[in-house]
Antibody, heavy 122, light 109 residues
Framework: EVQLVQSGAEVKKPGESLKISCKGS????????IGWVRQMPGKGLEWMGI????????RYSPSFQGQVTISADKSISTAYLQWSSLKASDTAMYYC???????????????WGQGTLVTVSS | SSELTQDPAVSVALGQTVRITCQGD??????ASWYQQKPGQAPVLVIY???NRPSGIPDRFSGSSSGNTASLTITGAQAEDEADYYC????????????FGGGTKLTVL
């Protein structure tokens, strides 16, 4: 079974750093992109960025470029999303998902992790 | 602002057919994928590409595309289909980046 398991909920203070994880299993981790998606409380899904664990090629949405860092450790089939200095506005649920692409035609996210709730509050 | 536009809310009577639409320039070049999200749960893929359903998704869900509009159709809506639905496709940069629509809240009456 293809599965993505994310790290647990976090409560942090503004200015603190954080790294959350997403561990893949049941498939070749290095052969598919992993994406990160933000969902702020009561809001919609936002496409943050993707990483190809095979070569660490990383792409960021302009809205998130410079705000977060996406990385991966292929030796342990795990992708990461990290912040160097959290803000209250980073409070959200964060999902990782495996991205499958058909070149020039379509790509999709399946499966999704269970989500990691990040709360930033003083 | 989102490059994919969805109606915020749609309602359908139990057992009837409903179409949820997604508009955007990138849809002229790329197909959309569609996700169902119920309260407190992670999104689930329901349609991808021209009209493909993952294993386990009922065949009452179908997809189509024309011009700059992608559509998700539920034929014979059930109470359990009440959820938020999001479309996803490439953005207009042509650089592997993607974007989600703003989401449509489907109410089954």
């Amino acid at each position: 079974e293809v599965q993505l398991v994310q790290s647990g909920a976090e409560v942090k203070k503004p200015g603190e750093s954080l790294k959350i994880s997403c561990k893949g299993s049941g498939y070749s981790f290095t052969s598919y992109w992993i994406g990160w998606v933000r969902q702020m409380p009561g809001k919609g899904l936002e496409w943050m960025g993707i990483i190809y664990p095979g070569d660490s090629d990383t792409r960021y949405s302009p809205s998130f470029q410079g705000q977060v860092t996406i990385s991966a450790d292929k030796s342990i089939s795990t992708a990461y999303l990290q912040w160097s200095s959290l803000k209250a506005s980073d409070t959200a649920m964060y999902y990782c998902a495996r991205r499958i692409a058909v070149a020039g035609e379509v790509d999709w996210f399946d499966p999704w992790g269970q989500g990691t709730l990040v709360t930033v509050s003083s | 602002s989102s490059e994919l536009t969805q109606d915020p809310a749609v309602s359908v009577a139990l057992g009837q057919t409903v179409r949820i639409t997604c508009q955007g320039d990138s849809l002229r070049s790329y197909y959309a994928s569609w996700y169902q999200q119920k309260p407190g749960q992670a999104p689930v893929l329901v349609i991808y590409g021209k009209n493909n359903r993952p294993s386990g998704i009922p065949d009452r869900f179908s997809g189509s595309s024309s011009g700059n509009t992608a559509s998700l159709t539920i034929t014979g809506a059930q109470a359990e289909d009440e959820a938020d639905y999001y479309c996803n496709s490439r953005d207009s940069s042509g650089n592997h980046l993607g974007v989600f629509g703003g989401g449509t809240k489907l109410t089954v009456l």
